[in-house]
T-cell receptor, first 107, second 113 residues
Framework: KNEVEQSPQNLTAQEGEFITINCSYS?????LHWLQQHPGGGIVSLFM???GKKKHGRLIATINIQEKHSSLHITASHPRDSAVYIC?????????FGTGTSLTVIP | EAGVAQSPRYKIIEKRQSVAFWCNPI?????LYWYQQILGQGPKLLIQ????????DSQLPKDRFSAERLKGVDSTLKIQPAKLEDSAVYLC???????????FGQGTRLTVV
């Protein structure tokens, strides 16, 4: 069993739709990261969370430490949001990664 | 500030050949990670350095993979000899010791044919 589970694995949405990607983890964590990976590109860190909620533009990330669950929301999705979104948790100085959610936003 | 630099960006080799990847972390970052990301999967940690010492190399296939960070700054990852299943993106990341934000390089996409 993976320490970090993401759902869904693949997601196709129409431009403008509200998108939610979920992440559940089974270990005690210091922090949780949401990462974005574009095809052929490197990884960009979107958020680092240890509690509550963070917002950056159209992106919102929430975490519930008691339930060991986090969500990444994208409001008014756009084709340029098409990417793989990866949830990663930090345990001490080590990271555990989910397998990613591949998002395609259709114009 | 300059990010994590990796080279080359792409490499194609035949199986049984050798290959080396280079990573220059962000200045001052003591912790350096090498990850292997196979298509469709999340990154898998290969090795973690703290300065020039190895913290975790439990998932590094030591019969063919090696990594070093001799001066505690840049690092090289070598595969010798390569197998077809080594085709993947090799990501380098760095972070300040004890802090959670890791910065990733663009990765090296290796194709073994």
């Amino acid at each position: 069993k993976n320490e970090v589970e993401q759902s869904p694995q693949n997601l196709t949405a129409q431009e403008g739709e509200f998108i939610t990607i979920n992440c559940s983890y089974s270990v005690g964590i210091s922090a949780l990261h949401w990462l974005q990976q574009h095809p052929g590109g490197g990884i960009v860190s979107l958020f680092m969370l240890s509690s509550g909620k963070k917002k950056h533009g159209r992106l919102i990330a929430t975490i519930n430490i008691q339930e060991k669950h986090s969500s990444l929301h994208i409001t008014a999705s756009h084709p340029r949001d098409s990417a793989v979104y990866i949830c990663a948790v930090r345990v001490g100085n080590q990271f555990y990664f989910g397998t990613g959610t591949s998002l395609t936003v259709i114009p | 500030e300059a990010g994590v630099a990796q080279s080359p960006r792409y490499k194609i080799i035949e199986k049984r050949q050798s290959v080396a990847f280079w990573c220059n972390p962000i200045s001052g970052h003591a912790t350096l990670y090498w990850y292997q990301q196979i298509l469709g999967q999340g990154p898998k940690l290969l090795i973690q350095f703290q300065n020039n010492g190895v913290v975790d190399d439990s998932q590094l296939p030591k019969d063919r993979f090696s990594a070093e960070r001799l001066k505690g700054v840049d690092s090289t990852l070598k595969i010798q000899p390569a197998k077809l299943e080594d085709s993947a993106v090799y990501l380098c990341a760095s972070s300040l010791a004890g802090q959670g934000v890791a910065f990733f390089g663009q990765g090296t996409r290796l194709t073994v044919v």
